[in-house]
């Protein structure tokens, strides 16, 4: 498994856009899929996906593969976003 994270320093783009910037956590495997993602927005409001809840009225999990390199991102440990992911509500 990889695990990595990227800041993305633009606000979406619909009607939620006053979240602002947001910080997405990654779990991928050896075939660079998405299995779990996290998304933190700076007014605090967290997105979680995963193969049990792949979508909802906000977003999606990712379909297609990703790699640190393809975000540009920074690895983190496992522990680290198992933390994360059981933390953010």
């Not at 593969?65 to 690895?75: F, N, R, V």
């Amino acid at each position: 498994m990889n695990y990595f994270t990227q800041f993305w320093d633009e606000g979406r783009d619909d009607e939620y856009s006053n979240w602002g910037n947001s910080t997405w956590y990654f779990e991928t495997n050896d075939a660079d899929e998405i299995l779990k993602q996290i998304t933190v927005y700076q007014n605090g409001k967290v997105l979680k996906y995963s193969e049990e809840n792949p979508k909802d009225e906000f977003g999606n999990l990712g379909e297609h593969t990703l790699t640190i390199e393809d975000c540009d991102g920074t690895q983190i440990s496992k522990e680290d976003f198992l933390e994360i992911w059981v933390s953010k509500q």
